[in-house]
């Protein structure tokens, strides 16, 4: 029985060490090679899944001149919460693409770092997208893509672009007025061109021009005014604005000519020119002697992880590379939204007559709010926007809806 | 993980002494076995040490070494068949309950996710801005000694006059043999080695934290090729615990009890970090009038949609089993394999496309019916509306268990309380309904569990729709998970301490309406045993 016992360990110790011997071999590029003199170091970037299939052929030339190792991996979802938690375990990449809105969040959880590009990069950017990714003073990141609302409409059904509104509504002759997104819940985003034209505002300005959350616009007399227009355009009223409308069949609905005028972004493009669809492109029209109506603009950036591992080649990468016009023309082809990189624009802009449409549509935007109040605004502006759609009392709703996001601001 | 599988070789568990002959299979399995603990838990080490865990070293050590002794001593039977199942406990229920709890304990949530030096870092990296007036050098990164390892320089060319310095930790000084290329940059400089990108790189945090003191500040690296002179607006005191200003000499004071730093105006720089703050985050789900208002009804709806979801799909699962029971019935497997249908499609791309079926004007529901009800918009219709979507998506998991019990039953039992003059509708009941429940409870009361935190069934859905115009927080089919996720983590970025604490009671209520069913189905198997 000893006997038996010894052979039983003998066995067992024999296993273990073939198995960490295994083991071993797997593991040593993990820790071992920061000392072996490879070839360079490693460059990690996170993207979502179109624009990591684009990024691939760049950050492998990347790698290649420079004699490291790129890896490009794709998010496809919940980017910013991923690289936020990655980030802090140590796990996050050295380079992230997200839209600038999330600055805010990521400079509190400290995750991003700001760049610091010479005096002729930031020439070189339209100002707007320079405008987005600064946040208290700072650059938070090389902006490559702007993106905002317009007027995408059938020309086959409605041949001129409406002024205002009330003439969109009078216009249209389709099943549908228009296809604009609310859904169940709102869509605070698709809805701030209308809001903004009625006289509302999310949050006032400080003298630096930065939005000051402390001044909430959200349930002040003119957020109320404002959607006291909205409600004469909702299901009680004109039918332009409805519930129906969600964001997964409002870009279908007016493919398949139910409605004659779509309000979305340059990311709907694609869809149109796949339907055949004869379309022409103008600024979203706001109320009739109204304000303009102003889009919200949102910008693509590259941003450098704090946390990064190798933060000095980020940095290059970011603040030299991509600062190429040949990059922001990949991404355009990958989706096409405008580049932000003005020599990038230009080139593309002659054989792509939408993107100057789409540019003159943002003319009179705003850059979404990037400080971290702005998550507050969402959920309870939407739901505000779903019910006064729906015919509920827009002093009433929005009342509370602002009661609920300066709770949540505090 | 695997190491939990060791259940054993059935020839260990016998209690007489170990015969001396024992099948080679077996001991050639447990050695497999035994091994492959040792290998992953040797495996599982290096991270440990690489991050400097100690106790979780010196755990992991103890429990394999405690696991190679069991399986290898003759002696501690019981122990045998105990020791997997508490390693899978504690590692799948006790451990994140443990984590859950203390998490529930501190503010951990965007803007407190790390620790304190960690948000001084970021406060200090975010204040660095580039000096007014002063211009971006084209740099070089090179090295007195061996590029892996020797001291870094950075070989700076002033933008205007073209004068090449090197710079370190104690400035800058000028240099005069150098190669410079048409962009400014160096290439070559007597006594210093250039570094290549790929050389740089892997030098970067070196590099990151290389700043070459200025009378205006520091020059810093801006990537590989380019220099700043940038300086820390923001810098911190530890002998005032606190960060200054140094332009305004305004500070803000480490706050401790909250996690950051607070200013005299009583405004909060960002960056904070992770402390604990004791049981204030139970107090505010107490006290939270967002929380406490609906509270009531929430409960009482979600209850409403666990009993139904659950009752719904036991009535309709153990209709049709017993209707394809009957030997009557022609091309059963054929009808079985129609009804599995639903659950063997992923439910979360079918929560989406009943919710868009229900859609008031462009959704099947409607336009096959005729109908134009607004379905996510009434509380009553919203309601019926996720519990058909459950009971269509549920029903097939109930048809099965029912089926498989069903089939247990001997069809004897039946046919004798037939004989003895019972109608059929009394044969079920007495007979095999009591039956069927002693084998099916345990199912319902998981079922039930499941349903009361069935999160996807709303969110993919209505969303919790449809909200009063008064209270944008709180729908009519929100179930206490999907508002108190709404609260947790809709407003304020993602508060993870106070998501936890809800968490917690939620865990308290579902824990003791299971204990109480549990309770109940002791009763009905001493019954029926």
């Known amino acids: ?410 | 993980m695997t190491a939990t599988m060791l259940g054993g070789p059935a020839t260990q568990a016998r209690p007489a002494p170990p015969e001396p002959t024992r099948s080679i299979v077996g001991l050639v399995s447990k050695a497999l076995l035994l091994g492959l603990t040792v290998a992953i838990a040797i495996w599982a080490a290096f991270p440990l040490i690489e991050n400097e865990q100690w106790t979780g070293l010196a755990v992991l050590a103890a429990t394999t070494a405690a696991l190679l002794y069991l399986y290898l001593t003759p002696r501690h039977i019981p122990l045998k068949y105990l020791a997997p199942g508490t390693i899978l406990l504690i590692l799948f229920q006790v451990f994140p309950v443990l984590y859950t709890a203390s998490t529930a304990f501190t503010n951990f949530g965007d803007g407190h996710r790390g620790s304190k030096d960690e948000a001084v870092v970021a406060i200090q990296t975010a204040s660095v801005t580039q000096v007014p007036g002063s211009q971006q050098y084209a740099m070089t990164v090179a090295t007195t000694g061996d590029p892996g390892t020797g001291p870094l320089v950075f070989l700076v060319t002033d933008p205007v006059t073209r004068q090449v310095s090197a710079g370190d930790a104690d400035g800058l000084k000028a240099l005069d043999d150098v190669t410079v290329n048409a962009a400014g940059r160096v290439t070559a400089a007597a006594g210093y080695t250039v570094l290549n990108a790929g050389q740089a790189s892997l030098r970067s945090a070196e590099i990151t934290a290389l700043a070459v003191p200025t009378p205006g500040g520091a020059i810093r690296s801006s990537g590989l090729s380019r220099a700043y002179e940038g300086r820390a607006g923001r810098a911190y005191d530890e002998s005032c615990d606190c960060v200054r200003d140094t332009t305004t000499g305004q500070t803000w004071t480490a706050d401790e009890n909250i996690g950051a730093f607070v200013g005299a105006n009583g405004e909060r720089l960002a960056q904070g970090w992770k402390v604990t703050v004791g049981f204030s985050n139970f107090t505010r789900v107490l006290t939270d009038s967002a929380v406490a208002g609906p509270f009531v009804r929430t409960l009482i709806w979600n209850f409403g949609f666990a009993i139904a979801s659950t009752g719904g799909t036991f009535v309709l699962g153990l209709l049709l089993a017993m209707a394809l029971h009957s030997p009557r019935v022609r091309g059963r497997t054929a009808y079985r394999v129609l009804l599995v249908l639903p659950y063997a499609m992923p439910s979360f791309a079918m929560l989406l496309v009943w919710r868009d079926m229900f859609n008031t004007d462009f959704g099947l529901i409607n336009n096959l019916f005729g109908t134009d009800v607004d379905w996510f918009g009434g509380s009553a219709s919203a309601r019926l509306a996720v519990i058909l979507v459950q009971l269509w998506l549920g029903y097939p998991y109930m048809f099965l268990v029912a089926t498989g019990a069903l089939q247990a039953i001997p069809r004897e039992l039946s046919e004798a309380s037939r004989i003895d003059g019972a109608s059929a509708w009394g044969g079920f009941r007495r007979i095999t309904l009591p039956l069927l429940m002693v084998a099916l409870t345990p199912l319902l009361i998981s079922s039930f569990a499941f349903n009361f935190n069935n999160f996807n069934a709303i969110y993919l859905t209505t969303e919790g729709a449809p909200f009063p115009a008064d209270n944008p927080a709180n729908g009519a089919t929100d179930l206490l998970i999907t508002y108190t996720y709404r609260i947790a983590f809709g407003g304020g970025g993602a508060q993870y301490g106070y998501a936890a604490a809800i968490s917690i009671f939620i865990f308290l209520i579902v824990a003791v309406v299971s204990a109480i069913s549990f309770r109940r189905t002791r009763h009905l198997e001493e019954v029926h045993a």
């Not at chain 1, 999330?102 to 770092?113: F, P, R, S």
């Not at chain 1, 208290?136 to 041949?159: C, F, K, S, W």
């Not at chain 1, 604009?180 to 903004?196: E, I, K, M």
């Not at chain 1, 889009?295 to 933060?311: C, E, H, I, M, R």
């Open chain 1, 1 to 410: 029985m000893k006997e038996d016992d010894m052979r039983k360990v003998a066995a067992v110790l024999l296993l273990t060490f073939a198995l960490a011997g295994c083991g071993g071999n797997d593991d040593s590029p993990g820790t071992q090679t920061s000392k072996e003199p490879k070839a360079g170091g490693e460059l990690v970037i996170w993207a979502d899944d179109k624009r990591s299939a684009a990024l691939k052929p760049f950050a492998d030339k990347f790698g290649a001149e420079n004699g490291v190792t790129v890896k490009v991996q794709a998010i496809s979802k919940d980017q910013q919460t991923t690289f936020v938690t990655a980030s802090q375990q140590g796990s996050g990449p050295d380079v992230m693409v997200g839209a600038h809105d999330w600055i805010g969040n990521l400079v509190q959880n400290g995750a991003i770092d700001p760049v610091q590009l010479p005096a002729d990069q930031t020439a070189s950017f339209n100002p707007n997208a320079l405008k987005a990714v600064t946040f208290n003073g700072q650059t938070y990141g090389v902006p490559y893509a702007m993106e905002n609302l317009a007027l995408i409409r059938n020309t086959d059904l409605a041949p001129t672009a409406p002024a205002t509104i009330e003439e969109l509504v009078e216009a249209a002759k389709t099943p549908e007025k228009l296809c604009l997104q609310v859904g169940q819940n709102g869509d605070a985003y698709h809805l701030y061109p209308l809001y903004s034209s009625a006289g509302g505002y999310l949050f006032g300005t400080t003298a630096t021009g930065d939005y000051d959350p402390k001044d909430l616009g959200v349930g002040k007399p003119e957020s109320v005014q404002a959607f006291r227009k909205i409600a004469t355009l909702g299901e009680k009223g004109s039918k332009a604005l409805k519930r129906s409308i969600t964001p997964e069949n409002s870009i279908a609905t007016f493919t398949s000519k139910k409605c004659a005028f779509l309000v979305s972004g340059p990311w709907a493009i694609t869809d149109v020119k796949k339907a055949n669809i004869k379309y022409d492109i103008s600024p979203v029209p706001g109320f009739q002697g109204g304000q303009p109506a102003r889009p919200f603009l949102g910008v693509q950036t590259f941003y450098v992880a704090s946390k990064g591992k190798n933060k000095a080649l980020a940095q290059e990468f970011v603040t030299n590379y991509v600062t190429t016009p040949e990059l922001a023309v990949a991404l355009y082809e990958a989706e096409p939204r405008p580049p932000a990189l003005t020599a990038a624009f230009d080139q593309v802009k002659t054989k792509d007559t939408d993107l100057e449409k789409f540019v003159q549509a943002g003319k009179d935007g705003l850059p979404l709010p990037a400080v971290p109040e702005m998550a507050a605004i969402w959920d309870p502006f939407g739901k505000a926007e779903a019910a006064v759609v729906g015919g509920a009392d827009p002093a009433q709703t929005i009342t509370a809806a602002g009661k609920t996001i300066s709770s949540a601001i505090k």
